[in-house]
């Protein structure tokens, strides 16, 4: 029975963990949320109050990270700014949060001696070039787009010389796109869902031929408790589903999905240094831990998620006109 520390557990992949270890496990989790915009404390209701609590309160935060990782065995840190297009209108957060936060999570699990696991993004390798058949794998250069990715690519660097250095136990993966219920909807999928339940026309970036490599949540939280369960301590591990789609196909799929043309959406301004392609090669995580995505459909996994935003409207519907005038504003 371990006691987790789950930072940015409010969030859409933090909240989904901590469900999947409470269904799973005797495991008891604290989450650590500084409630940001992206985080929702509906995303946490009825959870046993036996293994499971909340602090409000940010990782940039050393005393109050440095009492919790103290009364901890595992940290698992989610936390971060993770918006592409809010880092390109202000990148402020981001440092703040995901390099000092970072800085001050390993300074403590460094005191503490207590074991370390790092959420990051397979957008620190930058893009590839839509008929490259090159897949990134975890000797790619890093090579960071963006404030957000060049902010988790940093995050990145401080962890590995934290383990070199000072013998930090730690272990970072570097996840693909996820999709699934709770993802806050200033993300592309539920962006698009709920433009639809609200009669709205889907937005597309551009042309729209970007690729994405898509993966449900789940399968991204069963490869980081495979990864904290069995994984080499120093050792980056990649986790992708092989679900590479442009974003065209998936808006046309969303509205065949939910009974709309699948032409009925308009192309917007696209964003700034827009990455072209992701793709991951999850090798190493499938041949030294035996893990398998289990979602293998997406468009059965996408069914799914406009099911979930349809009987959860009480949960994304306070966000929607904000988050829509913060796109209108800059023409997306
Ligand atoms: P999210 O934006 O949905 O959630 C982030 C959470 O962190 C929120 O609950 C927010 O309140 C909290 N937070 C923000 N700043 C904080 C601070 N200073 N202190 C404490 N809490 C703070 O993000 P997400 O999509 O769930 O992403 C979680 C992690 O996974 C991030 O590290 C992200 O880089 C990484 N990641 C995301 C994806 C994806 O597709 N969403 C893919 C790969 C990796
Ligand atoms: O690859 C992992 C990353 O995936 C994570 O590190 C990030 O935290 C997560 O937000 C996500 O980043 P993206 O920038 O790929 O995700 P986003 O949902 O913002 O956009 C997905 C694609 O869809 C991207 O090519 C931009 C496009 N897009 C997005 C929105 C919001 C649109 O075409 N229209 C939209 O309205």
């Avoid at 460094?110 to 696991?117: F, I």
């Amino acid at each position: 029975m371990a006691r987790i520390l789950c930072t940015g557990g409010a969030g859409f992949i933090g909240s989904n963990f901590v469900r999947l270890v409470l269904d799973n496990s005797d495991d008891s989790i604290t989450v650590l949320d500084a409630l940001t915009y992206a985080g929702n404390a509906a995303s946490l209701q009825g959870l046993d109050e036996r293994r499971f609590s909340f602090v409000r309160g940010s990782v940039t935060d050393a005393a109050l990270v440095d009492q919790l990782v103290g009364s901890h065995d595992l940290v698992v840190h989610f936390a971060a700014e993770s918006h592409n297009d809010n880092s390109l209108n202000d990148p402020s957060p981001f440092i703040q949060t995901n390099l000092v936060g970072t800085y001050e999570l390993l300074q403590a699990v460094r005191r503490h001696g207590t074991r370390y696991h790092h959420i990051s993004t397979d957008e620190v390798y930058g893009d590839l070039e839509l008929d490259d058949p090159a897949r990134f794998t975890e000797t790619t250069p890093y090579n960071p787009s963006s404030p957000y990715s060049a902010s988790k690519a940093g995050s990145d660097l401080l962890v590995r010389a934290w383990v070199r250095s000072f013998g930090v136990r730690a272990t970072i993966s570097n996840c693909s796109n996820n999709y699934g219920p709770r993802q806050h909807i200033e993300k592309f999928i539920p962006r698009q869902i709920t433009n639809v339940i609200d009669g709205i026309r889907p937005k597309l970036y551009g042309a729209g031929q970007n690729v994405r490599d898509w993966i449900h949540v789940d399968d991204h939280n069963r490869a980081v408790l495979r990864i904290v369960e069995a994984g080499r301590i120093g050792e980056t591990y990649l986790i992708g589903a092989d679900g590479e789609l442009d974003n065209k196909s998936v808006v046309e799929l969303v509205l065949t999905l939910m009974g709309q043309p699948a032409d009925a959406y308009d192309h917007v301004n696209d964003r700034a240094g827009h990455d072209l392609r992701y793709a991951i090669d999850s090798s190493r995580l499938r041949s030294e831990l035996g893990w398998q995505p289990l979602y293998r459909d997406f468009e059965a996994g996408l069914a799914a998620t406009i099911e979930w935003y349809r009987a959860n409207q009480a949960w994304w519907r306070p966000m929607k006109q904000a988050t829509e005038a913060k796109y209108a504003a800059v023409g997306q």
